[in-house]
T-cell receptor
């Protein structure tokens, strides 16, 4: 089954404790991206990657890091989480054909205390 | 820059009612327009799209027509079901690429039996 898998789905952590949200896709997609979803603000792009070893900032990259060492994986790293990073995070991917369709994971709800 | 404005939610309807969710956009040129849907506990998925003026996108009984003169892409369904309860996001891409999507803030729809 074609899918984008994120882990963990839910996480409660404390300020300053480094964490990683993993994302993996099994569709051989070149493009991957991270979004955060906040009430009233819709989805905002954090980082994206056009292919292995190619990453770039989205609209709200502050406080986040990413890496793309393998085509299927695109982890999101919060080096020192803060309460304003409490949000619902989505990983998404699309193929080189790029018909305009993004394939999303189920989301990771993060709470930073 | 590009932007998408959706009607404020939440929207609550009875089963078999007619649905309209308004969406207007601001963009230079001729963007492609999309509706994505997020069912409870899931990631977003593409519902329908239109790539040029006067195109009508349709899927699962939902329709939306690309109106360049009014810069709108309103989502409609003639008879909603309880299973249509979800958050609906209007989005645009200036290039038609999924890699350059701008999302609206989302509209929560609840359909009551």
């Amino acid at each position: 089954e074609a899918q984008v898998t994120q882990n963990p789905r839910y996480l409660i952590t404390v300020t300053g404790k480094k964490l990683t949200v993993t994302c993996s896709q099994n569709m051989n997609h070149e493009y991957m991206s991270w979004y955060r979803q906040d009430p009233g603000l819709g989805l905002r792009q954090i980082y994206y990657s056009m292919n292995v070893e190619v990453t770039d900032k989205g609209d709200v990259p502050e406080g986040y890091k990413v890496s793309r060492k393998e085509k299927r994986n695109f982890p999101l790293i919060l080096e020192s989480p803060s309460p304003n990073q409490t949000s619902l995070y989505f990983c998404a991917s699309s193929s080189y054909r790029d018909t305009g369709e993004l394939f999303f994971g189920e989301g990771s709800r993060l709470t930073v205390l | 820059g590009d932007s998408v404005t959706q009607m404020e939610g939440p929207v609550t309807l009875s089963e078999e009612a007619f649905l309209t969710i308004n969406c207007t956009y601001t963009a230079t040129g001729y963007p492609s327009l999309f509706w994505y849907v997020q069912y409870p506990g899931e990631g977003l998925q593409l519902l329908l799209k239109a790539t040029k003026a006067d195109d009508k996108g349709s899927n699962k009984g939902f329709e939306a027509t690309y109106r360049k003169e009014t810069t709108s892409f309103h989502l409609e369904k003639g008879s909603v079901q309880v299973s249509d309860s979800a958050v609906y996001f209007c989005a645009l891409s200036a290039s038609g690429s999924a890699r350059q999507l701008t999302f609206g803030s989302g509209t929560q729809l609840t359909v009551l039996p």
